[in-house]
C-alpha cells in the first residue's frame, strides 16, 4: 500500500505550502487537488515525515517503470486515495455523509485484480444514480445498478466481476475487454454463462452485440493480457480460427 496524504496532513506535519511545491520536485507526487502520493524516500532529511514510514517498510515505495504499468499503478493510488477520502467523510460528524456510489468500469476492474492490457482512463470511474458528470479525475455515470450486480470488497461497493467485465466490453475496445475475461475464465473466477445471464438482467442495453462480441471472442486457454490482445488483432484482419 502506497502512502497517501492530503494537504491538511502534510500542514499538520510542519509543512507550508512553498514546502509542498518543493516536495513535488523530490519525493512526492501530487494526484489530484489536495492528494498527494509520497514517492519514495529522499535525502532530505526535512522530508523524513512524509516517507518515514516508507523507510519502516509500512508503506510501499511507487516504482516507476517507465512504461504504461505506471499510468495503471497511478490510478490504482488516485482510487485508494478517493477511498480514503470517502471513508473519512462518513466517520466525521460534522461532514455531509457523502452520496451513494459503486466503483464500476476500470475503477472496479482492478479493485477484483483483473489485469488491464494498456491505459485507457486516468479517472476514477463510479456509479451515481441519476448523476452524469465527468471532473478532472473521476467519471461519474448515472446508471441503475441492480442490487443483485453489486458487491461489496474491502468495505468498497463495487459492480460484480460479471456486471464489470461486461461494463468494460460495452464502454472500452476489445483490446480491453476480452484480455480482463480471457483471465476471468481462465482463473475460473466465473463463467461466460454467468457472464451472458447477467448481461441478459442488465438495464442498459447500449452496445450489448459489442459485449456478446468480447465475449464470443473470449478463451479461457489464453494465458496472458497480450496473447488475448494479439487474437482481437488477428480477428480486426479477419484472421480467425487460431489456436490458444
Known sequence: MYKLLSTDDILRLGFNHVDIMRARRCCLRRLSRGTYLVRRVCELDFHRPLWASIDQQIHQVFVDHGDIRDEVN???????????????????????????????????????????????????????????????????RGSQIPKAHRAAIAGAEVTTLERTLIDVARSYNLDVSVPMIDDALHRKLTTRERILTTLDRCLEKRNSAKVRLAIDLS?????????????????????TGLEP
Do not use: C, M, W
Request: aromatic fraction near 8%; charged fraction near 25%.
Open 219 to 239: 478463451d479461457s486457454r489464453r494465458e496472458s493480457p497480450a496473447e488475448a490482445v494479439a487474437a482481437v488483432r488477428f480477428y480486426e484482419h479477419g484472421i
Open 74 to 140: 497511478t490510478l490504482n493510488a488516485s482510487f485508494a486515495a478517493h477511498f480514503s477520502q470517502r471513508a473519512d467523510q462518513r466517520t466525521d460528524e460534522s461532514k455531509t455523509n457523502p452520496p451513494e456510489e459503486i466503483y464500476s468500469h476500470i475503477s472496479a476492474a482492478l479493485i477484483h485484480g483483473r489485469p488491464v492490457a494498456y491505459p485507457v482512463t486516468h479517472q476514477i470511474e463510479v456509479v451515481r444514480p441519476g448523476v452524469n458528470r465527468r471532473f478532472k479525475t473521476i467519471h461519474v
